[in-house]
C-alpha cells in the first residue's frame, strides 16, 4: 500500500530525474557546438598560417628580386662607368654592303672604289640591318624580307609577301640571333622566326607603321604616321603603353641602351628604364614616310638628316654640340654610316656615295658607285655554313668557320659540332686537324653535347632530336626523334640512360642504345635544365619559381625547391655531391639527401638557357660569369671572393679548365672572343683572339676544355 504522500514525493522525484536527464542533454549539445566551434577555429588559424607563409615567401621572393636588380644596377652602372672612362674610337671600315634600287645588293671597297654584285632581292631595298650573327636582312618596298650571309655558305632567306603585296616595308629590328620584327605601310607589325621563315606575332594598327625599333626586354616600340609610338609586347600580345612623339619616321637605339625617335620636326631621347623623356630638339627634317632621318653612330654620335639635303653631326644624347657637314647631295639623304674617326660615308636620292672629312666638314671624295643606294652597313664576313670532311686544319687562332665546340675527348681532342648537325673531331696537337668526322644527316644545329661514362657521346638538336656515337666507329650514331621542340640540355643518369628537357615542356628519360623512352614527365612551364643527383632523381629547373626533384622510377615528384627562373644546374664532384644552381634571384648550394639550401650568392647572371655560367674547378673553387662581362673566382665553400677577371665586353657563354691556374672564357658578339687567363697571377690574360665560332640560333657556344698553349 502506497500512500498519497509517497505517490506525489514520487512524482516530484520523477519530475526532477527529467528535468536533470535534459540538462545533461543540454549540455553535451553545447559542449559538441563548442567543439565543432574550436575545430572551426582550429581550422582557420590553420589556414592563416598557411597564407602567412605564403606570403612570408612571397615577400622573400621579392625581397631578392629586388636585391637582383639592386645588384643587376650597381654592375651595369660600373659596366657603363668602365665604358664611359676607356671611349673606343671607331674602327676604319674599309669595305661596306650597299642596297640600291630595284633590289641590287653590293659589295663596295672604299679604298679601291670597287665592288661586285652580291644578291638581288624582289623589290627596292628601303631598310637593311645586320644582325648579330653576320646575317643581313632588307625590306623591300614589294613587302618582301630578304635576307643573306657573306660565309662560305652565303645561303639566302627569302620570305615573299611578308606584308601586302606592294605595301613597302619601312622598318627592320633585331629582337634576338634570328629573330626580327618588320614595319610596314600595311598598317601592320610582324615578328619573324627567320631561318625557319615563321610568322610568331603580328599587330594590326590604325596608322601606317613607319618605324620600329626592338628593346632589350623584347619589347618593340612602333612609330606610326599619324599616332604616338607604340610600346608592343609581342610575347603577350598587348599594347603596353604609348610614348608621346606623333609622325615617326624612326627609331634607333644608341650606345647606351637609350633611344632616339625622329619625326615632325623633332628629335627625342628616351631613356632604355622606364623610357623617360630625357631629351628633346626641333629640328627640319623632311617629311617623307619612307626615309630614315636618323642614325646612331657605335662612338656616341647622333647623325640628323635635315631637309636641305645637309648631315648635322650631334656629339652626344645632350643633342647639344654638334657640327654640320657642308652641304653635298642634291636631294634627300637616304643612310650614313661611320667609317672611322674621322670619315663619314652617305648616301642620297641624287645617287651619290659621298666619304666626308668630319674634322673639315668637308668632302673628302665620291665613290663611283651608288646607283641610287637606300642603305649603307659595314662588310661582316658570317663565319655560318658547313664544312666538309677534309684534311685541312682547323685552327683556332686563325677561326674555325661553321663550327661550334661542344665537347672534350681529353686534352688533346676535342669535338666540334657543326651548324648543319654534323660533328668534327679534332687533334689540338696537330693544329686542330680533323681527324674525325660524323655525318648525323639531321641538318639541325646542336644545342647541347655530354660525355657518358661509357665513352658514349650524346647530343641534342634544334630539331628535338638525340644521337650518340663513339670516337671509334661512324656506324655507331644513333639517332632518337626524342621531342616535338628544341632540346636544351641532356644529363647521364648511368650506362646508356640519358634524361632530356625541352621547349615543348617534356622531360624524358631514354635508353639511348635501345632507343626506348622510359618515362616521361609534362611540366607546366618551360624546363630549360637538368641534372641527374647521385639517389638517381632528376632536378628539373625553369621558368618558374621552383625546382623539381623527380623520381622517374615512381613517376613522383619528391620534393621542390625555391629558386626563381633556374637555367643552369651543375652537381659538384665533391663526396657530398651539392646541387649548384644558377637563376634570377642568384646562385644556390643545396645539401643532398634533404636537399636544403646551405649558401646562396646574391649574383646577376644572364638569364639564357645556352649560357653556362657556374664552372667547378679541381682547386676547391667555381667560377661564375656575370652580367657585368666579368668572371668571379670563389671558394666553392665558403664563397669567399678569390679573383675578379676583366676583358670581356659582352656575355661570357662558356668557361673551361684547362690545367692548373688556367682558365678559358668565351664571350660572342660579331664573333667568338676566347680568353685565356692565369688565375694565380692575379688574374693575367696570358693570350686572347677572336675566333668564328657563332652562336647561331640557341646554339651552345662552346666547352673548350682545350690544351691551349700561349
Partial sequence: FISKQDQLMEEELKQQLDQKEKRIV????????????????????????????QL?????????????????ESEEEDSKKESEEEPKPPTKIEKVVIGLYRGIIKMWDVEKNAGEELHTAKGTVFDMILLSNNYYVAGTDEGNIFAFEMGPNKSVIEIEGAHSSGRAIFGITEIDKFLIASSSMDFTAKVWLLNERKELAHIKLTTEATAICAMKDR???????????????????????????????????????????????????????????LK??????????????????????IAVFLNDFSIRLYQNEELEEHKTLEKGHENRIYDAMRLSDSEVGSVAMDGKFLIWDTNECKIA??????????TILPLQVSSFGFIP????????????????LVAQIDLEKVIFGTIKGDVMLCDSNQNFKCVKFFRSSMNDPIYHTIKLKNGYYVSCSHEGNLFAFTENSEESIQIIKAHSGPIYKVTEINDFIIASVSEDKNVKVWNIKEKKLLASYICNFEPMTICSLRDGTIAIGGKQTKIKVWDYQEDIVKRELNHKDVTHMIRLSSESAELVSVGASGLKVWMPPSLACVSQVKLSFHVWPQIKPVLELPTGQIAISLRNHTIRVYNDKTFKQYYVLKGHAHKIYQMAWV???RLISTSFDKDTKMILWNITAQSQILK????????????????CLLNYQS
Avoid at 612571397?58 to 643587376?72: P, Q, S
Avoid at 628633346?280 to 654620335?301: H, K, M, T, Y
Avoid at 670532311?389 to 661550334?404: H, L, R, Y
Fill in 26 to 53: 543540454e549540455l553535451l549539445l553545447e559542449n559538441t557546438s563548442l567543439n565543432e566551434t574550436v575545430a572551426a577555429q582550429k581550422a582557420e588559424i590553420s589556414q592563416l598560417k598557411e597564407k602567412i607563409s
Fill in 56 to 72: 612570408e615567401e612571397t615577400l622573400n621572393e621579392m625581397n631578392e628580386d629586388k636585391v637582383a636588380r639592386e645588384n643587376l
Fill in 219 to 277: 619589347r618593340i616600340l612602333i612609330g606610326g604616321k599619324t599616332r604616338n609610338i607604340f610600346i608592343w609586347n609581342w610575347e603577350s600580345g598587348e599594347l603596353d603603353g604609348e610614348l608621346e612623339h606623333k609622325g615617326v619616321l624612326q627609331i634607333v637605339s644608341t650606345p647606351t641602351g637609350n633611344f632616339v625617335s625622329a619625326g615632325e620636326n623633332m628629335i627625342k631621347i628616351w631613356k632604355e628604364k622606364g623610357l623617360e623623356q
Fill in 280 to 301: 628633346s630638339i626641333q629640328v627640319s627634317l623632311d617629311e617623307f614616310s619612307f626615309l630614315r632621318p636618323v642614325r646612331a653612330f657605335p662612338n656616341g654620335e
Fill in 365 to 374: 671624295r665620291q665613290i663611283n658607285e651608288s646607283s641610287n643606294a637606300h
Fill in 389 to 404: 670532311k677534309t684534311e685541312k686544319a682547323a685552327q683556332i687562332a686563325m677561326g674555325v668557320p661553321e663550327a661550334q
Fill in 659 to 661: 690545367g692548373p691556374g
Fill in 688 to 703: 686572347q683572339t677572336n675566333v668564328f665560332i657563332p652562336s647561331v640560333l640557341t646554339a651552345q657556344i662552346i666547352q
